[in-house]
């Protein structure tokens, strides 16, 4: 967990420690960055204010190296902060002030999105034109490529590519990658696609892989990379 705010941080780490994490804090962005680099943690809990480093910059340098799932936490109503964390690729994200107890339900969807493919029967590769997706090693080539996506992009990608050829609306992508019940944030869903698009080599413009249909949701194209 990284954030200067110690009150809330000893209270994070009295509600979670008898839940059976173990939850290593760091106060300032650097040594956060050091912490992550050294640690590889299962999860990091990012705070987007901070002193010298803030929150979004340390998002996009733990991207350059890894793709530990990062939720962050913001001030309630930064709608751009929440954004550009999610475009930075931060997994999810939850305003202050919040309820410890929704804040473990969102850490436990997050691992359990990640150990899926440990945990979970062994799934044969999802192939749709010159893409595969593989559920079991949690890989995405196109073309020969490996492209390297976060947890959340991973599970949304995965689910549309199930689906090749049909449309899936927000709310049953936002199922896909936060689990049944979830209340989130529905552009988190936009960010993520228009990172995948970013990544996959996609014209945003006049995307000819992964589609808008207006009004309705996403579809990803039988003929993705052909």
Not at 51 to 73: A, F, K, Y
Not at 157 to 180: F, I, K, N, P, W
Not at 188 to 212: C, E, F, M, N, W
């Amino acid at each position: 967990m990284i954030d200067d705010d110690e009150k809330l941080v000893a209270l994070v780490q009295e509600y979670l420690e008898p839940q059976g994490f173990e939850l290593v804090v760091a106060h300032d962005g650097q040594l956060g960055l050091e912490l992550v680099a050294a640690q590889d943690p299962a999860l990091v809990i990012l705070d987007l204010m901070l002193p010298s480093i803030d929150g979004l910059e340390i998002c996009r340098r733990i991207r350059q190296t890894s793709q530990v799932p990062i939720l962050m936490l913001t001030a309630r109503g930064d709608d751009t902060d929440r954004i550009v964390g999610l475009e930075l690729g931060a997994d999810d994200y939850l305003a202050k002030p919040f309820n410890p107890r929704e804040l473990l339900a969102r850490l436990r969807a997050i691992l359990r999105r990640s150990a899926n493919a440990g945990a979970a029967p062994v799934q044969e590769p999802l192939r749709v034109g010159t893409l595969t997706v593989d559920p079991a090693s949690r890989r995405v080539e196109l073309a020969g490529r490996e492209i390297d996506l976060t947890t959340a992009e991973f599970d949304l990608l995965r689910a549309l590519a199930a689906h090749a050829g049909q449309v899936l609306s927000r709310d049953r992508l936002l199922q896909e990658v936060h689990g049944s019940g979830w209340s989130a944030y529905d552009r988190s869903v936009d960010v993520h696609v228009s990172r995948i698009r970013q990544k996959i080599g996609d014209d945003p413009k006049r995307p000819a892989l992964l589609k808008t249909v207006r009004g309705v949701g996403y579809q990803l194209s039988r003929e993705a990379g052909r």
